[in-house]
């Protein structure tokens, strides 16, 4: 059975070492949306460092060669994609938003007004919004209200969390990405994203953190009582192991990378003192072996800076012994042997790795990895706008009228988040 194109929706996660595209299907309703993968393109590139385009050419290219990827297996064709966005260059705050109510009892309009309110404020001349989440409503000054419509009162206010992106790093990702022939269909913060292929609802509600160890940086976010509540980008990340290794072995980059896929580990009192691997060498240097535990020593001492890091920063937010849930690991780092150890002892919370596969169907299983958490993400983000707006995924147009009504439900995410 071939897919309607209003229910098809493709995602492109731009990241500092590779760049993924999915093609999915929307599956389900708006209470229980999922998606159905049909295709996947993964091109290695170096055009995007820590979500900021370097070279656009090759950026281009990668952006072309995994999106033709992702459409020859699935067989069909698509026009616009969600993109995947996180950085330094991004930032997040509360802002505080009241009106007077002015009917019987507050209506669509009064939500959509007090949530206006509370985003119109100045982000500087360089800086867009990118999201705006409605985080609580008080009526007449009582707090904790998730859905504040048909009840009465005088006074709304609401608490909305505004995530904002400097401009122009959103117009070199969206130039590259038509440049490439395709339209940006909305971007989307990562970790939101991230959160909904491998969170679950009690999570979101105890509390959790999800650390996604990338190549270029490592992204911090923070769930509480249901919602996001902060997220913040380190600089140090997967490229400083690399670097490590490096200088520590005396192996290439290239070198460095593959040794670390095939025998690292990030707790060093789990690798046994026999281990024992080939080094590669050059003419000169003559055959070497090394030790996996000097290996494991030198990433285990860089992984634990990074998540001391990430630790310090869950303090500055403010949520520092308030997750329960503990800490859900991400990216290409989560797939270290030994990761989850180091995280639970740093953290002294409960740790586990986040791997997608909730609400996933079709070629799931190509997606089942930490790596690969923000492009399923931003497929389910997808597949909830066209599920929750009964409108078009990458193939179809609505009409201006439908893009009217359903401008609030596009523009506020309280629905899901
Ligand atoms: N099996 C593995 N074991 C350990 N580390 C790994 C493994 N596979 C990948 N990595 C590391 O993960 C990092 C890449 O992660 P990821 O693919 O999440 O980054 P990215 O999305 O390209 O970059 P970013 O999100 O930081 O812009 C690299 O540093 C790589 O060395
Ligand atoms: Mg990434």
Redesign the pocket.
Known sequence: MSAQPQRLIAAL?L????IVALIAEVTGDARDAGARILGVGVERSAG?R??VVRDIEETTRAIDKAMKSAQRMAGVEVGSTYCGI?GEHVAGRSSHGMVSVTGDEIRTSDVARVNDMASNISFGRDHELLHAIPQDYLIDQQGGINEPIGMTGTRLEAEVYLVTVLSSVLQNLRKCVERAGYHVQEFVLEPLAASLAVLTPDEIELGCSIV??????TNVSIFHNGKIRHTGSLLC???H??ADIVHGLQVTQLDA?RL??RF?AGFEPLVPESDVFELPSTPGQGARNAQRRVLAHIMHMRLQEVLEYALDEITRAGYHQRLPAGVILT???A??PGIVELAREVFAMPARCGIPGQRLRGLADSVESP?MA?PAGLVLYGARQVATSGGSGTGGRKSPAVEKVLAPVKRWLQDFF
């Open positions: 996660d990241g500092s070492t590779k995007i820590r979500g996180a996604e160890l990338g190549g270029g940086s990340a997967g490229g192991v690399t990378e670390k896929e690292g990216g290409g780092g797939l270290t790596r923000v």
